[in-house]
């Protein structure tokens, strides 16, 4: 069952609960019916949860092994900038 499934059961419950068309012997049956679907909500949110907490680390974990590379590449060009420092037009002007 999907989680949109059991959220549509515990809804048609909730309204069925909502109008009193419920009759008393059968009320036990969906408060447990709506127990196990609030059970299997919660089992996929904590799974998706934790889905999403691994692809956001492995994203994490590959910024931290890409940023010293970006930082290389950053003074790379600074250096080159000020290596035309001397050149006549005196630092900062344009090529």
Known sequence: MTYREAIEELETILRALETDAVDVD???TRVE???ELIRLCRHKLRHAEA???????????????????????DE????????????????????
């Open 26 to 28: 059968d009320l036990t």
């Open 51 to 73: 889905s999403l907490d691994r692809v956001f680390d492995t994203l994490d974990e590959e910024e931290e092994t890409e940023e010293p590379a970006d930082q290389e590449d």
């Open 33 to 35: 019916r709506s127990a």
């Open 76 to 95: 790379e060009e600074t250096d080159d900038e000020d290596d035309h420092d001397h050149l006549p037009g005196g630092p900062g002007r344009g090529w």
